[in-house]
């Protein structure tokens, strides 16, 4: 019929092309309905949210963002940094562990777009992008863990996390997905206005590391790796090649493929910028990358390995309630 269609042998869901198509052609399916469902039922509702959302709505500060979800009729919010702390020392203990006596390179697994991409198209290097768990999954494990009935919202920039969250291969354990784009028509629907919220610094997020917190811009992930293999190995020599967009991850997985980067911690983001560039964002790049500039140095530490919620890592891999 003269239409154009998605391949989905090679989509990824990285969401690009919903905000490139210049007549808004192209949408996703929203779980809106299903959330607001959610919300009205008697079962509670936590809202995790991506460390891209600093800047992301003008006046909803750190310390208003709980009664501004609460205002939704979530129960609760909880960073999704807190999980990237986790993900951050598991990739930090694989690398030294397999490279280079096991894996030629090891690529970062939080993009779910960029992961996918170098598996469809690089097999046999598949074994070489981390095993480690998103921070997506392991904060939302933590939750289950905690509360087993309650249901978990998701809230980030990525359309790709939508995949992630219903894969059968991982089981997540993430309800419903919302990009901060559908976020904001919650926020308008339910007439939630910024200014209006009471300003509560008990209530700001202060559960996760700087380091963690950098996830959402690109080469924070590498960054926050490398941080981690030097506080076990201080001697240890890292080399780290980054890519944003998904032509030039691929040209990074090209290279790599060739051999030249034997040794190297990769990072892939499938999104110009890094999360905060992603396809459910709401605000300029340039402005959030700032806003995330200060919403890192305001963590109250600074190394992964600080967190509260270390301990829980092996219970959260162990349980054979949770298939990986």
């Not at 080469?219 to 780290?240: F, T, Y």
């Not at 999360?275 to 402005?287: L, Q, S």
Request: hydrophobic fraction near 45%.
């Amino acid at each position: 019929y003269g239409r154009a269609e998605i391949d989905q042998d090679k989509c990824v869901s990285c969401g690009q092309c919903l905000v490139s198509c210049p007549f808004s052609a192209i949408v996703d399916k929203g779980q809106i309905f299903q959330t607001i469902m959610a919300l009205k039922s008697e079962t509670p509702v936590y809202a995790i949210l991506a460390p891209a959302i600093a800047g992301q709505f003008p006046g909803m500060e750190n310390s208003k963002i709980r009664g501004a979800f609460q205002a939704l009729g979530f129960t609760d919010v909880r960073e999704v940094a807190i999980g990237a702390d986790l993900c951050t020392v598991e990739e930090a203990k694989d690398f030294l562990e397999e490279v280079p006596e096991k894996l030629p390179f090891m690529a970062t697994s939080c993009c779910p777009s960029w992961s996918m991409m170098a598996k469809k198209l690089f097999p046999e290097r598949a074994n070489c992008i981390s095993m480690a768990m998103t921070p997506m999954v392991l904060t939302a494990r933590l939750i289950k863990k905690e509360k087993p009935n309650a249901r978990i919202c998701f809230i980030g920039p990525c359309a790709a996390k939508k995949l992630e969250a219903s894969r059968r291969s991982v089981r997540s354990e993430v309800d419903f997905v919302l990009t901060f784009e559908e976020l904001m028509g919650l926020f308008e629907a339910k007439a939630v206005n910024f200014a209006d919220l009471p300003d509560n610094p008990e209530d700001a997020f202060n559960s996760a590391s700087a380091d963690a917190r950098g996830f959402a811009a690109s080469g924070g992930v590498a960054q926050a790796v490398v941080n981690a293999i030097k506080k076990m190995d201080p001697d240890r020599e890292v080399k780290v090649m980054s890519a944003q967009g998904l032509a030039d991850c691929k040209k990074m997985m090209m290279m790599a493929k060739a051999g030249k980067y034997n040794g190297y911690l990769l990072e892939g983001m499938g999104c110009p910028g890094g999360c905060i560039g992603g396809a459910g964002t709401i605000a300029d790049p340039v402005r959030t990358a700032a806003v995330l500039n200060k919403y890192v140095k305001d963590a109250e530490f600074t190394d992964p390995e600080q967190s509260a919620f270390m301990s829980n890592i092996h219970m959260l891999k162990d349980d054979p309630n949770f298939e990986v």
